[in-house]
């Protein structure tokens, strides 16, 4: 049974959050303060945090960027707040996903499955006896280890940034457009959610371009979308 912590000081969302989530089978725990939510989730095993951003004792931006320096689990990001900036930071601090309040519970509940099935299916690949490796022009993508070497010196990914480099990277040439990226890595539609691909291609390139405002990597192919040349 996969193990979801809710950091959430509003407890009659968090307790909605909680029930939804039981009735798929999901052990859940909330945490209605940012410092304890992050001693939480450092010191036990969870599978998915939902993270709000408004939170007493500590922010969800701080929560974030100290859980991601520490662990790979998937964040799923949520808050009231309806700015861009606030969203294009999350991602920026290796959030997973985005929600904007109000949303469904059942949205939530279609989002953590996505994040999870996908976070499983990666991990899975460890079992394989031999490393599985793509490399193109100095970048050395180690898939089974989920390692990436720019010119041998290893770089550090968050979960979305490796899975959006390598399906690029395995589909060199090809022009992607947002939603198509959108659709590939997250398992979702990318219906207000651009800033997520944008933000990830971004924070990329900041790791594997030696100049990021001429890439010879990854490429912005303007009015359409994005291609890894060779």
């Not at 193109?136 to 290893?154: F, H, L, M, P, Q």
């Given at each position: 049974m996969?193990?979801?912590?809710?950091?959430?000081?509003?407890?009659?969302?968090?307790?909605?959050?909680?029930?939804?989530?039981?009735?798929?089978?999901?052990?859940?725990?909330?945490?209605?303060?940012?410092?304890?939510?992050?001693?939480?989730?450092?010191?036990?095993?969870?599978?998915?945090?939902?993270?709000?951003?408004?939170?007493?004792?500590?922010?969800?931006?701080?929560?974030?960027?100290q859980i991601r320096e520490a662990k790979n689990v998937p964040i799923l990001m949520v808050s009231a707040r309806k700015d861009d900036i606030d969203k294009i930071r999350g991602l920026g601090l290796g959030a997973d996903d985005y929600m904007t309040k109000p949303f469904s519970p059942s949205e939530l509940v279609a989002r953590v499955k996505a994040h999870l099935a996908r976070y499983e299916r990666l991990v899975g690949m460890n079992a394989k006896p031999q490393n599985d490796i793509v490399e193109?022009?100095?970048?050395?993508?180690?898939?089974?280890?989920?390692?990436?070497?720019?010119?041998?010196?290893?770089k550090n990914f968050t979960t979305k940034e490796f899975d959006l480099l390598t399906f690029l990277a395995e589909n060199p040439n090809h022009v992607f457009t947002k939603d198509e990226l959108f659709r590939e890595i997250w398992d979702m539609?990318?219906?207000?959610?651009?800033?997520?691909?944008?933000?990830?291609?971004?924070?990329?390139?900041?790791?594997?371009?030696?100049?990021?405002?001429?890439?010879?990597?990854?490429?912005?192919?303007?009015?359409?979308?994005?291609?890894?040349?060779?």
């Open positions: 996969s193990k979801i912590l809710i950091i959430e000081d509003e407890e009659t969302i968090a307790d909605l959050e909680k029930d939804y989530l039981e009735l798929s089978d999901f052990e859940v725990e909330i945490c209605n303060t940012g410092d304890k939510g992050l001693k939480m989730a450092l010191e036990n095993d969870v599978d998915l945090i939902i993270l709000d951003l408004m939170l007493p004792g500590m922010d969800g931006f701080e929560v974030c960027r193109i022009r100095g970048i050395r993508i180690d898939k089974t280890a989920r390692r990436v070497y720019v010119n041998g010196v290893e539609d990318s219906i207000g959610d651009i800033a997520t691909v944008t933000v990830h291609i971004k924070k990329i390139r900041e790791k594997i371009e030696e100049d990021n405002s001429n890439p010879k990597y990854i490429e912005t192919i303007w009015g359409v979308g994005y291609r890894f040349r060779v």
